[in-house]
């Protein structure tokens, strides 16, 4: 069965460097987003990315974080000056092609990447 | 303030048990409403998925129920297995496009043998 990937499964990074995080969603989706759950707490949505464009964000999501879909397979979310709170495991997933029913269109998640700041 | 409360926080079951499981939300617009299942350490895996017209949807031992005027949603697991083991987590999608999401904050199914 197809599946999301992300690498690395788990960064130990200094606080104020920069973190890539990397994804190859499921091949023939066309929306992709990313999360965290920070250990302990529940799942919060940060972005979702369509059409080579963020389509929604939530607060989390300031300009310390960017996202970026640099070729056909990968979609990556960066986060620029990395602060302790910002350890937490970030999932990726994807989602279908848009039909009349797109809302009820699975989100396949990938295994998450563990993001340690020290 | 958009929310997604579950109840219990934690449940213990015996193998082989039915239980029930609730989600109260407070999202507008309303999208749709998921359940997922996630094992500790791993990713949300999808259970159901609902709209607002719809009142009930099965996968196999789980039945999810959905009331968009009161706004409520439960998950039925049947005849339980030790596998049921996990966070049973409610997720209500807000707005026209679907794709912002808040996560309730899941409860933690123990069975036991």
């Known amino acids: 069965e197809p599946e999301v990937t992300q690498t690395p499964s788990h960064q130990v990074t200094q606080m104020g460097q920069e973190v890539i995080l990397r994804c190859v969603p499921i091949s023939n989706h066309l929306y992709f987003y990313w999360y965290r759950q920070i250990l302990g707490q529940k799942v919060e949505f940060l972005v979702s990315?369509?059409?080579?464009?963020?389509?929604?964000k939530s607060e989390i999501f300031d300009d310390q974080f960017s996202v970026e879909r640099p070729d056909g397979s990968n979609f990556t979310l960066k986060i620029r000056s990395t602060k302790l709170e910002d350890s937490a495991m970030y999932f990726c997933?994807?989602?279908?092609?848009?039909?009349?029913?797109?809302?009820?269109?699975?989100?396949?998640f990938g295994e998450g990447s563990w993001l340690t700041v020290v | 303030k958009n929310q997604v409360e579950q109840s219990p926080q934690s449940l213990i079951i015996l193998e082989g048990k039915n239980c029930t499981l609730q989600c109260n939300y407070t999202v507008s617009p309303f999208s749709n409403l998921r359940w997922y299942k996630q094992d500790t350490g791993r990713g949300p895996v999808s259970l159901t998925i609902m709209t607002f017209s719809e009142n009930t949807k099965s996968n196999g031992r789980y039945t999810a129920t959905l009331d968009a005027d009161t706004k409520q949603s439960s998950l039925h697991i049947t005849a339980s297995q030790l596998s049921d083991s996990a966070s049973y987590i409610c997720?209500?999608?807000?707005?026209?496009?679907?794709?912002?999401?808040?996560f309730g904050a899941g409860t933690r199914l123990f069975v036991k043998a």
């Open positions: 990315f369509y059409n080579n464009e963020i389509s929604e």
């Open positions: 997720v209500v999608s807000e707005g026209t496009g679907g794709f912002k999401t808040i």
């Open positions: 997933a994807s989602s279908g092609t848009r039909t009349l029913r797109e809302m009820r269109n699975t989100i396949y």
